[in-house]
């Protein structure tokens, strides 16, 4: 006597989408309260039973095709939404089928020289049941993405994901193609992400619905997305995918590289899709489904389903079932195990071989740094400084003290050159040097155009420093950093005016004042009722800045703080995270420091931050530049598109070089945010990044935060 029902679909591959179909039909035969085996594909006989329920999935193939074959079962069965791959044009057998569905209309085209009916009928995996132990924590905003290596470009993926305002999981579906491995590598450049555990089907089904958005590869991926409401788009790889968006007419989410993704998830965000019509369409398709099937399929002789011997052995085999699909999710783990154990010994080699080199380099910085100790240590190079303190004091940087040296040393070892320089020279304009500062002249009053500070003429008799005013230290003094001195100081005055709101009235600090880079900008702006002050540990740029600045102008202060610093005063006697600002609290309006915290480390920056908070009046604001890490930064300076190479780690805190880390430092973005609100500065709208990692939008070079004080 032949049995009733079997079931064919595959149950081998452990694809998780196959298995859901697997898992509703049963849903669906128990509702029925049909018999039925689950059959083997290939290890079972087609005489033993009056029909088969072949299907869903996409199943058939072009023949010949060692597994697939095997669906390909005659007599008088039943096709349940089956996909088609390709176009094969031998499936006349199904003219004798007594029920024949497919579950797109493309699917339908591809055999539509049939003479059978053949009906369209969404996936019968869209009938499981969210079950009610999936307890996984999803932090919202969400986007769930399911992908794997080579679908779109990572590297564009990463920096676009890890500037997105949502927190990301990765969630393994396609086992078959190893996405597990792939999804680790993604997990592992992006902060902002988590890794999802490889689960059952119908846990995965349920988690779907925990999700605000879900980028997916996997049909059913995208299946279990718009079952639970939640906005997709789905990468166009097969026509399956394309099927079943073309017959909701949600063809205009689906992408095939990643600008086309990009471009799909904001329109995603922008229209914010509600299924709700489809899915009452879909359903109702899949209830008179329902009834068709119970329809063709033999009825049983007696009803015994819920008697108390038969609800036990539906108990077995559901438990039998779970069973199978953890050995299959068992048997995937290895395999991913395994797959990475090999990955591990292709790396050994290069491991060891990097660990020799970086032993090496190890050795030779070793042997730098002392080499460079015991020339801080000698004779000679204590001579050197104190010589060079010596005639900084005797012969200040650029005034007439030095221009009379420079004259009477040019003379005497080139007493032609000096005499040719005279006669290109306007003696009468070289005797400002020699008078006292006089008022400026304007240039209606002379008819010529004059430097709008003490009088002094735009020619300097100094070979190489024609064209420079008195406000522009020589080069050979500027200290602070690449690019044009008065450009710079510009840039940033635009920053203080828009960004801060700077006012002429405006009681303002610099911290790292410099050479008044920062300074002679707003010379022409801060009013008489405004203030500027500015400290820095560099000496000489304090006494360039007096001399020049200060003693022009009342409203203008400079200071120096003798604070050590490894590379910009390695004599000082206070160190930066004891110093305390020499100014009362509440004290001023504006307060800016450029360049400063990319050269101090976490204690010293830390004081800093702190003394900041405290000189700040409530309400007021201030500027601030860092190198600022994140895992986009990261992944550009990997790339080789950075300008500061951050690969040592000292005191929690990233730099270019571990023997003088303050040459160059950065900042974990999270650290920083932490510390801001630590003391009560509240970060105005964004940060404003710079171009210095090698983005290609981006202020200025280095990261601008803007705060107020709370």
Not at 4 to 24: F, P, R
Not at 583 to 606: A, R
Not at 640 to 669: M, R
Request: net charge negative; hydrophobic share 35%; aromatic share 12%.
């Amino acid at each position: 006597m032949k049995k009733k029902v079997g079931i064919l679909y595959d149950n081998i591959s452990g694809n998780m989408g196959d298995l859901a179909i697997g898992l509703s039909v049963k849903k669906i035969l128990r509702e029925l309260r049909l018999e039925f085996d689950e059959l083997v594909p290939g290890r079972f006989d087609p005489q033993d039973y009056a029909t088969i329920i072949v299907g869903g999935g996409h199943l058939l193939r072009p023949h010949p095709d060692f597994f697939y074959d095997k669906f390909r079962v005659s007599g008088t069965h039943v096709l349940n939404c089956c996909g088609i791959v390709g176009a094969p044009p031998d499936l006349e057998y199904l003219n004798d089928y007594t029920y024949v569905s497919v579950r797109s209309g493309g699917d339908k085209g591809k055999i539509s020289y049939l003479t059978k009916e053949v009906k369209v009928i969404p996936c019968t995996s869209m009938l499981l049941s969210d079950v009610p132990h999936c307890d996984l924590n999803i932090q919202r905003p969400s986007i769930g993405i399911q992908l794997w290596e080579g679908a779109v470009d990572e590297d564009a993926l990463v920096e676009y994901l890890s500037r997105a305002p949502f927190h990301i999981y990765f969630l393994p579906i396609t086992h078959y193609n190893y996405d597990f491995k792939y999804l680790v590598k993604l997990t592992q450049r992006l902060k902002n992400s988590s890794l999802l555990p490889i689960l059952e089907t119908e846990e995965v089904f349920t988690l779907m619905g925990n999700f605000d958005y879900f980028i997916s590869a996997s049909l059913h991926g995208a299946i279990f997305a718009y079952v639970h409401r939640v906005p997709f788009i789905l990468f166009d790889y097969q026509d399956k995918m394309k099927f079943f968006m073309q017959d909701r007419n949600l063809d205009k989410y689906l992408f095939k590289n990643f600008d086309e993704l990009r471009l799909v998830f904001e329109k995603l965000l922008h229209d914010n899709p509600d299924y709700s019509t489809l899915l009452d369409q879909d359903f109702a398709t899949l209830k008179e489904h329902k009834r068709n099937l119970k329809e063709v399929l033999p009825s049983q002789q007696s009803v015994v389903l819920f008697n108390k011997l038969v609800k036990t052995r539906s108990e077995v085999e559901l438990l039998r079932e779970k069973l199978e699909s953890k050995n299959v999710q068992v048997g995937y783990l290895q395999k991913q195990v395994a797959a990475m154990n090999d990955d591990v010994k292709r790396q050994n080699p290069y491991i060891k071989e990097l660990e020799r080199d970086l032993n090496e380099k190890r050795t030779h910085v070793g042997n730098l740094e002392f080499t460079l100790n015991q020339i801080y240590d000698s004779h000679g190079w204590k001579a050197l400084l104190t010589y060079y303190r010596m005639r900084d004091k005797i012969l200040p940087i650029d005034t007439k003290r030095e221009l009379l040296a420079k004259l009477f040393f040019k003379a005497v070892t080139d007493p032609k050159g000096i005499l040719s320089n005279f006669k290109k020279i306007d003696v009468k304009k070289l005797g400002c040097y020699f008078r006292k500062s006089k008022p400026a002249i304007s240039q209606k009053e002379t008819g010529e155009k004059t430097l709008e500070v003490s009088g002094q003429s735009a020619v300097n008799p100094i070979e190489g420093s024609e064209g420079r005013d008195d406000l522009t230290p020589p080069s050979s003094m500027i200290f602070v950093g690449d690019g044009d001195f008065k450009a710079v100081g510009e840039e940033f005055k635009r920053y203080f005016l828009e960004l801060g709101q700077l006012r002429p009235e405006d009681r303002v600090l610099d911290v790292g004042c410099g050479i008044g880079r920062m300074a002679v900008p707003l010379i022409g702006f801060l009013s008489p009722g405004g203030e500027y002050w500015g400290f820095d540990i560099v000496e000489k740029g304090i006494e360039w800045c007096q001399s020049h600045i200060a003693e022009r102008y009342g409203n203008f202060h400079f200071l120096h703080c003798d604070v050590y610093n490894k590379v910009y005063n390695p004599s000082g006697k206070m160190r930066a995270k004891d110093y305390t600002f020499p100014f009362e609290n509440d004290s001023f309006d504006f307060v800016f420091l450029t360049s400063v915290f990319t050269h101090m480390l976490p204690q010293d920056m830390k004081n800093y931050l702190s003394e900041v908070s405290r000189v700040m009046k409530p309400g007021g604001t201030c500027l601030i530049t860092f190198f600022l890490i994140t895992q986009e930064v990261r992944n550009l300076i990997d790339m080789g598109l950075s300008t500061q190479n951050f690969k040592y780690e000292v005191d929690g805190c990233l730099t270019t070089c571990k023997e003088a880390p303050e040459g160059a430092i950065g900042y974990d973005q999270e650290f920083i945010l932490q510390l801001f609100q630590k003391y009560d500065l509240k970060i105005n709208e964004q940060i404003h990044y710079g171009s210095w990692c090698g983005r290609t939008s981006f202020l200025s070079y280095q990261d601008i935060v803007m705060a107020t004080r709370d």
